[in-house]
């Protein structure tokens, strides 16, 4: 329910800038900066850019958890990214 509703959300919100993709951009990177603001300016991005995140032979695994990753996890928004090379 909630995705779809997402999705219906930017088609709305890509309607509304007039088609001008463009502008849609420059909304949605705002709309990132301010949820930054609102979270310390705490960076977010796909898993497989994480700096904890380690490919492996059979898989994925998450160097911050331990925990192996499903492929379709590595798409999806983690919220403890890192950027690669500022792990310890």
Do not use: N
């Amino acid at each position: 329910m909630l995705l779809a509703s997402w999705r219906h959300r930017l088609d709305d919100a890509l309607a509304a800038s007039g088609g001008d993709t463009q502008a849609f951009s420059g909304d949605l990177r705002r709309l990132v900066s301010t949820l930054q603001g609102l979270s310390d300016r705490q960076a977010f991005a796909q898993c497989r850019h994480c700096g904890h995140f380690f490919g492996e032979d059979v898989g994925y695994r998450c160097g911050l958890s331990s925990e192996p990753l499903a492929v379709e996890q590595t798409i999806k928004l983690c919220r403890e990214w890192t950027a690669t090379g500022a792990t310890s």
